[in-house]
Structures are given as structure tokens and as C-alpha cells.
């Protein structure tokens, strides 16, 4: 699944990665980022999460579990600053990684939705880059295709990356449906919880000249898939 994400993002702008319960999707996210952030100098990343709780107890904490154990401690100088807690986060919801001088911001839908403006004069990911240039990571994203519109500008600048991840639980929103519509299956793979059906797990969006990969919750050796599968059953 790992693979998939990051071939994903070397061939295409945009990455959907759509996981079921406990799949890995955000700590997969967050070490694809994380990665940017220790190759790749001088750059600056958003990440987005649902509200000021998930982004500290999900994606803030899943960045941090990515963090080199060398870094993984105050740190203030003129080139880098990370301070973080496991009760607050990020202080600043920011992070300065010291070796590359990247920047990554966190910040939320519900911020956005009150003003829309606050993304105005920025401009995301890296002018150089090694691997991957990701510039915005859209955790769990429940949204329209507004802010997805605006920060399409923001990245364009650089030419970086834009990553969104979505758990499925009530179906699929109208936008997630613009990537999904007429989608190219190009690798499947069996599903045990039914009947060892064919499922995609990489599919090529026209629509969006985006990949689609698809994390299966059995791909994820923590996810207490055994578990999952006795709830499930039947």
C-alpha cells in the first residue's frame, strides 16, 4: 500500500487515497510528508484535518510518530523550531524541520469555512526537489471541491503535490465522485470479507488526471484486522 501511495504521486498532480477502518491512510500520509520534509529544503506544506481535536490527536500525533528520533525534542534556533506535546500538538499548530527549513502548517476545514481567506499569499511545496514534492494533505476530507479549487492555485506555482484522504463510512460525497466517475482499474486485489471478490487498489481518475489507491484494512499488520472481520461477519 505503501508503494502505491507513493507511485501514485510520482505519476499524477492529485492522489485520492481511500482506506477502510483501521487501513493505515493517515500514518501512510504522514510518512509520505514527512519524507518531503527531510529531502526537500526550503519548502512549506499544509495539512488539513476535520477540526482543532483531530488535528492534534490524529494528524499532528501521526506527524510526530514519523519524526526522527534525533529531532524528536525541543527545538528553537533561527533555522528550525518544533515544540510538541501530546496534549496540544505543534505549538503555533507549526513545525520548522531544522535540517531542511522546511515549514509545515496545520490547519483545519472548519478554519477555512469561517474564512476562506486564509490561504491568500502563500504558495505550497518545494521549487527543488529530490522524490516527491508534495505541497497540501488533506486528512479524512468530508468538504465540497471548494477548498480543493483554492489551494489547486496555491500549488500550481511550485507544481506540487496534493494528497486527500477519505474513509468511506456513509458512502461517497458528490466530490469524491468527480475522481471515481469513469475510473481506470488498473490493479485489483482479493477481498477476503467477500467471497475473495476482485476490489481496485489502483485506478487511474480521467476526470482529474489522478490516481485512486485504495488501502485495504487486512494490508495493515496493526490495524486489528481480526477483529474487524468477527464484527463484520455475516
Known amino acids: 500500500g505503501w508503494i502505491r501511495m507513493q507511485d501514485g ?3 499524477y498532480n492529485e492522489s485520492l487515497v481511500l482506506g477502510g477502518n483501521r487501513s493505515g491512510k493517515t500514518t501512510g ?3 509520505m510528508v514527512m519524507q518531503a520534509v527531510m529531502e526537500n529544503e526550503g519548502g512549506h506544506i499544509v495539512c488539513f484535518s476535520q477540526n482543532a481535536d483531530t488535528s492534534v490527536k490524529i494528524q499532528q500525533a501521526s506527524m510526530w510518530e514519523m519524526m526522527p528520533k534525533e529531532f524528536r525534542r525541543k527545538t528553537k534556533s533561527v533555522e528550525g523550531y518544533i515544540n510538541y506535546s501530546m496534549q496540544n500538538g505543534f505549538t503555533g499548530s507549526s513545525f520548522i524541520f531544522p535540517d531542511t ?3 509545515v502548517d496545520f490547519k483545519t476545514y472548519t478554519q477555512f469555512s469561517n474564512n ?4 491568500e499569499g502563500f ?3 518545494f521549487k527543488k526537489f529530490k522524490e516527491i514534492n508534495i505541497g497540501a494533505w488533506l486528512d479524512e476530507y468530508l468538504g465540497d471541491a471548494t477548498l480543493v479549487n483554492t489551494l489547486r492555485f496555491r500549488l500550481a506555482t511550485r507544481n506540487s503535490k496534493l494528497v486527500i484522504g477519505f474513509t468511506p463510512i456513509d458512502g461517497y ?3 469524491i465522485n468527480e475522481y471515481l466517475k469513469g475510473a481506470e482499474t488498473l490493479e485489483t486485489r482479493e477481498a477476503q470479507l467477500l467471497g475473495n471478490k476482485h476490489l481496485p487498489i489502483k485506478q487511474y481518475s480521467k476526470n482529474r488526471d489522478a490516481s485512486v489507491i485504495y488501502l485495504h484494512s487486512d494490508e495493515n499488520p496493526f490495524g486489528g484486522y481480526d477483529r474487524i472481520s468477527k464484527d463484520l461477519k455475516g
Open 29 to 31: 500520509c504522514a510518512k
Open 116 to 119: 476562506q481567506t486564509i490561504l
Open 123 to 125: 504558495e505550497f511545496g
Open 173 to 175: 460525497t458528490p466530490f
Open 9 to 11: 504521486l510520482r505519476e
Open 101 to 103: 527549513k522546511t515549514r
